[in-house]
């Protein structure tokens, strides 16, 4: 932020009643200067309960300028100093960068604008020489040549000593909060940069892991009903059927575009098994049926085929999808009474999706007739 989109706040200190119209011509300048002057008028310093106040405000601006001419001011009854002088002190104690304006020559005053008393003349012999001996001044005779030495001397002061100043609030961006904002905007550079990539590829270290077209041994209990003359019979084992990871990713994938409840993903990989390989089971069914009983069936004597999962192979499958940063666990909030696991796609899985589901330009005629018969091949067991 440069000097010039600042303004800066001057405390104007002095005495009151002598110096009206000096203190008028000073303010003006100060505003021609872009600074905000304040001071005490509006609340006079006539007793200690105002010097927090004082002290508040001084603390709060960014300069402090003293006018002294023939007069030393009211004087506090805790510290036997005038309030003036009081002012200056504590701007001076706190570090506050401070102007000195002077009048050049007393004698010059009417009497009704200097002190009438010996004493209060000798508090403001002392209060101008502690002024000159610790600060830079300069003196004036005259409230038009003190408003021009305000002028010339206030510009100087701030480039001489830079403050904190002001700045309108649709300009206030600091060194620091420009960099904020830089580092911000890098970041969400970065991350989207990240996001773009989580949806396009794997995670690291997925390429060592089964995946793709590679096969996996699916392991499922299956029962097969028969009839032979009036009973109803059947026969259990396990089967193995090796399955594409693809194919098992998208078998499940649609229904975890907003996100499912695991047992629904298990039951449909296991009709997605039945349907693919229903006639390699059947005949099982059929070879079984001849060597445990001795009878010779047809598909005509055949009733339900069902077939589970083993719980060591859904398991399997639900920790080489996430492995391969295909799904993830749903976070999404539900009720207590709802203790189901549910599952959802990650923005990698999403992509995959589409590769995999989506219907491509190239692919061969989608009559009704061709999708109602895709999906009965699909969905018949």
């Known amino acids: 932020m440069s000097a010039d989109q600042k303004r800066y706040e001057v405390f104007l200190s002095s005495t009151y009643g002598d ?41 709060e601006c960014d300069y ?45 005053l009417k009497s009704d604008l200097c002190e009438d008393t010996e004493e209060r003349r000798t508090m403001l012999k002392d209060f101008r020489e502690k002024v000159q001996k610790s600060k830079h001044v300069k003196y004036w005779r005259s409230s038009e040549e003190l408003a021009g030495q305000v002028a010339l001397s206030y510009n100087k002061f701030v480039r001489s000593f830079p403050a904190t100043g002001w700045v309108r609030a649709d300009k206030a961006v600091s060194n620091e909060s420009l960099k904020e904002l830089l580092d911000a905007k890098s970041r969400i550079e970065e991350l989207e940069a990240a996001l773009r990539k989580a949806k396009t590829s794997a995670p690291a270290g997925s390429e060592d892991l089964a995946q ?8 499922c209990q299956v029962r097969g009903e028969y009839r032979t ?11 193995s059927m090796d399955a594409e990871w693809d194919d098992l990713f ?17 039951k449909r990989i296991e009709e997605y098994l039945l349907d693919g390989f229903l006639q390699e089971i059947v005949d099982e069914v059929i ?13 005509a004597n055949m009733g339900n085929i069902t077939m589970s999962l083993v719980d060591d192979t859904f398991g399997t499958i639900l920790v080489q999808l996430r492995a391969l940063g295909l799904i993830q666990r749903s976070e999404r909030k539900r009720s207590v ?17 589409i590769q995999l589901r989506a219907i491509k330009k190239e692919d061969p005629d989608r009559s009704a007739f061709h999708a109602l018969e895709e999906f009965m091949n699909r969905n018949n067991s």
């Open 19 to 59: 110096l009206r119209e000096a203190r008028q011509r000073v303010t003006m300048t100060l505003l021609e200067c872009d600074a905000f002057p304040t001071g005490m008028e509006i609340f006079p310093a006539t007793d200690d309960d105002a010097w927090t106040l004082i002290c508040r405000v001084i603390d």
């Open 64 to 108: 402090y300028l003293l006018v002294i001419a023939g007069k030393y001011g009211s004087i506090s009854s805790k510290s036997g100093l005038s309030y003036t002088e009081m002012e200056y002190d504590y701007a001076v104690s706190v570090g506050k960068p401070v102007m000195g304006f002077l009048h050049g020559d007393l004698g010059e």
């Open 212 to 219: 793709g077209s590679d096969k996996f041994g699916a392991v």
């Open 229 to 239: 003359e009036s009973l109803l019979r059947f026969t259990e084992f396990w089967y």
């Open 250 to 266: 998208a078998t499940v994938a649609p229904q975890l575009l907003q996100e499912a409840e695991e047992s629904s993903l298990r």
């Open 287 to 299: 070879a079984r049926a001849k060597a445990d009983r001795g009878v010779i069936i047809t598909i």
């Open 337 to 353: 009474n709802d203790t189901g696991t549910y599952w959802t796609l990650t923005p990698y899985g999403e992509s995959r999706t």
